[in-house]
């Protein structure tokens, strides 16, 4: 029982329940404001990148926004749900920042866009209403599953610290472990995303090991050459920047003492969503072309890697978009000049292009657009019509490759490679359609290569490797320099 008051004395009324009351929802809230800050600054952090993977997997843009937002606000609503471990508000907060992120902005996009000019419409309240709705519902989804993954972090991080608490000896354990996760698996989890898992499990470096044939390989000739390549000299990488974006440059072992030659090019597309650092990590291009150089599959040459991304856009598709990016320009009109003028090279008679999947596209593209550049083009699992939310209008016709390749001169065709593999989809299917295109239009110099594989990197690589050999065939030696001296026609 409380102590009397002693008389004369004024006592402060307590309010435990309001005072408590106050209090949680003073940190319900904060977590809530938190949860909205954390939406926004990841979705300014990675907002693009993930849109521009989800566009690269074949969604439009306004999808590719819609699943970035969802992926942001259920990483919002699991961090703070881990921090403060409160579900509800984490929720809340993370609801709200899809509300900022996606719908605002979606809504303040369709009103600025209308409809489309020059056809009769009328205006769709349900859907002003309802779209909103289903974009809440998802993004309940997504909170929801956010928090409960947050809640079992928290779980798990509050059980570890009681156990180290009570041993210990328990932190060498944990100790190792968060370096195994540092130094091996947290790589190991950005490569596969990146590049798929396959790419980190052979090396092609200057000192190969022993490769083993691919049942089915169409071009046995070039496991047999490789046997020689066990100490192939390497090559060397130069990085570059022009019109503001980079470039890497692989030149062959010798370039830097032969000064007396030139050399072919061949610019490599990567595909998307990636950079070219995709040739440098997935395709470990380097260290193939000094195996293939070092057994004379194909003769030195230049490769060029350049970065394809646009910069309103990132899915450009190697183009000159709807969206105000130039690519194929600043390929053409500026990288080609400055590598000509930069480095020993041989013109326009052994220039090359190529890529892989969207790059394929790029290269064709590029390729059928400017036949007077390019003696070879080579696509990897590529395609050969124009994304519809990439070229809009009559820029979509004269960006399909199957449609303007009818419009190349005989004299201007050159070498086409096409690859695919036997478990790609459509893309095998695209590949097949656009072969016997170019047989009916009589295009002599054609190799239709369907390897085993899927969509990735053993397909890929194979690819690559039957591509160069054939070039290889193609191409002969660099020229050298003749030696300084008189013009020729003054000689006696």
Same mark, same amino acid.
């Given at each position: 029982?409380?102590?009397?008051?002693?008389?004369?004395?004024?006592?402060?009324?307590?309010?435990?329940?309001?005072?408590?009351?106050?209090?949680?929802?003073?940190?319900?809230?904060?977590?809530?404001?938190?949860?909205?800050?954390?939406?926004?600054?990841?979705?300014?952090?990675?907002?693009?990148?993930?849109?521009?993977?989800?566009?690269?997997?074949?969604?439009?843009?306004?999808?590719?926004?819609?699943?970035?937002?969802?992926?942001?606000?259920?990483?919002?609503?699991? +961090? *703070?749900?881990?921090?403060?471990?409160? %579900?509800?508000? !984490? &929720? @809340? =907060?993370?609801?709200? #920042? /899809?509300? +900022? *992120?996606?719908?605002?902005?979606?809504? %303040?996009?369709? !009103? &600025? @866009? =209308?409809?489309?000019? #020059? /056809?009769?419409?009328?205006?769709?309240?349900?859907?002003?209403?309802?779209?909103?709705?289903?974009?809440?519902?998802? #993004?309940?989804?997504?909170?929801?599953?956010?928090?409960?993954?947050?809640?079992?972090?928290?779980?798990?991080?509050?059980?570890?610290?009681?156990?180290?608490?009570?041993?210990?000896?328990?932190?060498?354990?944990?100790?190792?472990?968060?370096?195994?996760?540092?130094?091996?698996?947290?790589?190991?989890?950005?490569?596969?995303?990146?590049?798929?898992?396959?790419?980190?499990?052979?090396?092609?470096?200057?000192?190969?090991?022993?490769?083993?044939?691919?049942?089915?390989?169409?071009?046995?000739?070039?496991?047999?050459?490789?046997?020689?390549?066990?100490?192939?000299?390497?090559?060397?990488?130069?990085?570059?920047?022009?019109?503001?974006?980079?470039?890497?440059?692989?030149?062959?072992?010798?370039?830097?003492?032969?000064?007396?030659?030139?050399?072919?090019?061949?610019?490599?597309?990567?595909?998307?969503?990636?950079?070219?650092?995709?040739?440098?990590?997935?395709?470990?291009?380097?260290?193939?072309?000094?195996?293939?150089?070092?057994?004379?599959?194909?003769?030195?040459?230049?490769?060029?890697?350049?970065?394809?991304?646009?910069?309103?856009?990132?899915?450009?598709?190697?183009?000159?978009?709807?969206?105000?990016?130039?690519?194929?320009?600043?390929?053409?009109?500026?990288?080609?000049?400055?590598?000509?003028?930069?480095?020993?090279?041989?013109?326009?008679?052994?220039?090359?292009?190529?890529?892989?999947?969207?790059?394929?596209?790029?290269?064709?593209?590029?390729?059928?657009?400017?036949?007077?550049?390019?003696?070879?083009?080579?696509?990897?699992?590529?395609?050969?019509?124009?994304?519809?939310?990439?070229?809009?209008?009559?820029?979509?016709?004269?960006?399909?490759?199957?449609?303007?390749?009818?419009?190349?001169?005989?004299?201007?065709?050159?070498?086409?490679?096409?690859?695919?593999?036997?478990?790609?989809?459509?893309?095998?299917?695209?590949?097949?359609?656009?072969?016997?295109?170019?047989?009916?239009?009589?295009?002599?110099?054609?190799?239709?290569?369907?390897?085993?594989?899927?969509?990735?990197?053993?397909?890929?690589?194979?690819?690559?490797?039957?591509?160069?050999?054939?070039?290889?065939?193609?191409?002969?030696?660099?020229?050298?320099?003749?030696?300084?001296?008189?013009?020729?026609?003054?000689?006696?």
């Amino acid at each position: 029982m409380p102590p009397a008051a002693e008389p004369g004395s004024r006592v402060a009324p307590r309010r435990p329940a309001l005072t408590r009351l106050h209090s949680l929802a003073r940190h319900r809230l904060t977590q809530a404001a938190l949860a909205l800050a954390a939406a926004v600054v990841l979705w300014r952090l990675a907002g693009t990148g993930i849109t521009g993977w989800a566009v690269g997997l074949g969604m439009d843009e306004q999808r590719g926004a819609l699943v970035a937002s969802l992926l942001v606000v259920l990483g919002a609503s699991g +961090a *703070v749900t881990a921090f403060g471990g409160r %579900a509800g508000p !984490a &929720r @809340s =907060g993370a609801l709200l #920042g /899809l509300v +900022a *992120v996606e719908v605002a902005p979606f809504l %303040a996009s369709a !009103a &600025r @866009s =209308g409809s489309t000019a #020059g /056809l009769a419409t009328t205006t769709v309240p349900l859907g002003w209403v309802g779209q909103p709705l289903g974009m809440l519902l998802l #993004g309940w989804v997504a909170v929801t599953a956010g928090a409960a993954l947050g809640g079992l972090l928290r779980t798990d991080l509050l059980g570890l610290r009681a156990r180290l608490r009570h041993d210990r000896r328990g932190w060498a354990p944990l100790l190792a472990g968060v370096a195994l996760v540092a130094l091996v698996a947290l790589p190991a989890a950005t490569t596969a995303l990146q590049d798929g898992s396959l790419s980190a499990l052979y090396g092609y470096g200057t000192s190969p090991s022993e490769p083993h044939p691919t049942a089915g390989h169409p071009r046995p000739g070039v496991v047999a050459v490789m046997k020689g390549a066990r100490h192939a000299p390497a090559g060397h990488l130069d990085r570059i920047r022009v019109g503001g974006r980079d470039v890497d440059v692989y030149l062959p072992n010798g370039y830097g003492t032969q000064l007396s030659t030139d050399y072919p090019v061949v610019y490599f597309l990567h595909g998307y969503p990636s950079t070219e650092t995709q040739w440098l990590s997935g395709a470990q291009l380097p260290g193939v072309l000094d195996q293939l150089i070092a057994t004379r599959v194909v003769p030195p040459l230049i490769a060029v890697l350049p970065d394809g991304n646009g910069q309103h856009t990132p899915d450009a598709e190697w183009g000159d978009t709807a969206h105000g990016d130039r690519v194929e320009t600043w390929l053409v009109d500026s990288v080609v000049p400055a590598i000509d003028s930069g480095y020993r090279t041989l013109g326009a008679s052994h220039r090359g292009i190529c890529g892989l999947s969207a790059g394929g596209f790029g290269a064709v593209n590029i390729a059928v657009h400017r036949p007077d550049l390019f003696s070879w083009a080579a696509s990897y699992s590529g395609y050969f019509g124009a994304r519809r939310d990439v070229f809009k209008g009559l820029s979509g016709p004269a960006n399909s490759p199957a449609l303007t390749v009818t419009h190349v001169p005989p004299v201007l065709r050159m070498p086409l490679y096409l690859g695919v593999g036997t478990g790609d989809g459509h893309y095998l299917d695209n590949n097949e359609q656009f072969a016997t295109e170019l047989r009916r239009l009589g295009w002599n110099d054609v190799s239709f290569d369907v390897v085993p594989g899927g969509h990735g990197w053993a397909a890929w690589r194979l690819e690559m490797v039957n591509s160069l050999e054939w070039l290889g065939t193609l191409w002969p030696a660099p020229a050298e320099h003749p030696t300084a001296g008189p013009p020729i026609d003054q000689v006696n």
